[in-house]
């Protein structure tokens, strides 16, 4: 009795959360490449879509779902299509903030796609608060933090971060030594 429950206790613990699915870690590293390579979409997309079967609307995942919807604004051709996906991204990655504000995955995915949209569509202040907000998690989550994340995100988001230039030096260096990256 007491092996079928070591044996259990796992799954039922990785059915809850997807962070420490070695498929979620595959996801998270498609992303940052799919942001950089057309390329890397489809597997992307591909493997989104084991995931969403797998943790249903787990919020970092559905995150990532409107990631693909700003990743396809990006690099549609057609400008009808590149102006609904963009609008959709935006409208579902605000939602997604709003309903969990202290997750650093969503501030980050958010604030990163938000950062590199034109002025005039009204949010970089967004994209400010997304960053400060990450900042502060980072700083105060570390435990937390290192233990659902890997040295790769969390380099990702402190090199960001550094590359807003919204952040005090002092701040990122520490967040460089608290990660040790």
């Known amino acids: ?31 940052l490449l799919s942001v950089q390579n057309a390329t890397y979409l489809q597997p992307f997309e591909d493997t989104l879509q084991i995931l969403t079967a797998r943790y249903g609307t787990y919020p970092t995942i559905q995150m990532y779902r409107y990631g693909a919807l700003a990743l396809k604004a990006r690099y549609a051709t057609n400008l009808l299509e590149k102006k609904d996906y963009l609008y959709a991204a935006i409208a579902s990655m605000d939602a997604q903030a709003a309903r969990t504000p202290n997750d650093p995955e969503v501030r980050f995915i958010r604030g990163s796609f938000y950062y590199y949209l034109p002025f005039f569509l009204g949010k970089r202040k967004a994209a400010q608060d997304d960053i400060q907000t990450l900042v502060t998690l980072l700083e105060t989550q570390t435990q937390d933090l290192t233990q659902l994340y890997d040295k790769e995100v969390l380099r990702a988001m402190v090199d960001f971060i550094a590359q807003t230039g919204w952040v005090e030096e002092t701040r990122i260096k520490k967040l460089r030594q608290r990660y040790s990256l």
């Open 1 to 31: 009795m007491t092996r079928a429950l070591y044996f259990v206790l796992p799954l039922t613990l990785m059915s809850q959360t997807p962070h420490h699915d070695p498929l979620y870690k595959r996801l998270q590293r498609l992303y």
